[in-house]
T-cell receptor, first 114, second 116 residues
Framework: NAGVTQTPKFQVLKTGQSMTLQCAQD?????MYWYRQDPGMGLRLIYY???????DKGEVPNGYNVSRLNKREFSLRLESAAPSQTSVYFC?????????????FGPGTRLTVL | AQKITQTQPGMFVQEKEAVTLDCTYD???????LFWYKQPSSGEMIFLIY??????QNATEGRYSLNFQKARKSANLVISASQLGDSAMYFC?????????????FGRGTSLIVHP
């Protein structure tokens, strides 16, 4: 049982390059999330997906796109990377019942945009 | 306005002593959940404790307890008998329901350092 996996763990991009961060979970969760973490800012929600085929914007969606490929996978795409997108990115999943009271996080991707 | 406020950027505690990390929240929803996560220097997010808005008793998990004061909208984390391994960032979070989805919001975190 791997939980939530993310690839890659580290990435360096040049301004203007594109890339996709991959996330997969094996807990049969409907809800999946993408966050970015910057020093002093906590975790900020970029996009979330409440179920396969649906995605919604979070607090900081500009410059990102997402795809909920199937129930397991939720990818985050940077079409034209900017230095302001240098951050640590976390994917998470959770159940969607009232008693599902925990988000499970992936190990994170550290992205640097030069 | 921030939905989750953690007013202590940094806290220091002596090993074996208790420490309280503050968290206040803002919501108009009657049903919500409150969480605490620990992030050690290795970077992973570790779930510690959960409190539902309708729970009558304060949540406890081992050395962690959540001091839930609903009228004050506060959800402070109490760590008893601090250990060196408790040194980490601690994040308070709230989950609200929106259109059938549960949307979490995190605070900016408190850095805890435990001294020997």
């Amino acid at each position: 049982n791997a939980g939530v996996t993310q690839t890659p763990k580290f990435q360096v991009l040049k301004t203007g390059q594109s890339m996709t961060l991959q996330c997969a979970q094996d807990m049969n969760h409907n809800s999946m999330y993408w966050y970015r973490q910057d020093p002093g800012m906590g975790l900020r929600l970029i996009y979330y997906s409440a179920s396969e085929g649906t995605t919604d914007k979070g607090e900081v969606p500009n410059g990102y796109n997402v795809s909920r490929l199937n129930k397991r996978e939720f990818s985050l795409r940077l079409e034209s990377a900017a230095p302001s997108q240098t951050s640590v990115y976390f994917c998470a999943s959770s159940g969607d019942r009232e008693k599902d009271n925990e988000q499970f996080f992936g190990p994170g991707t550290r992205l640097t945009v030069l | 306005a921030q939905k989750i406020t953690q007013t202590q950027p940094g806290m220091f505690v002596q090993e074996k002593e208790a420490v309280t990390l503050d968290c206040t929240y803002d919501t108009s929803d009657p049903s919500y959940g409150l969480f605490w996560y620990k992030q050690p220097s290795s970077g992973e997010m570790i779930f510690l404790i959960y409190q539902g808005s309708y729970d009558q008793q304060n949540a406890t998990e081992g050395r962690y307890s959540l001091n839930f004061q609903k009228a004050r909208k506060s959800a402070n984390l109490v760590i008893s008998a601090s250990q060196l391994g408790d040194s980490a960032m601690y994040f308070c979070a709230m989950r609200e329901e929106s259109g059938g989805s549960y949307i979490p919001t995190f605070g900016r975190g408190t850095s805890l350092i435990v001294h020997p």
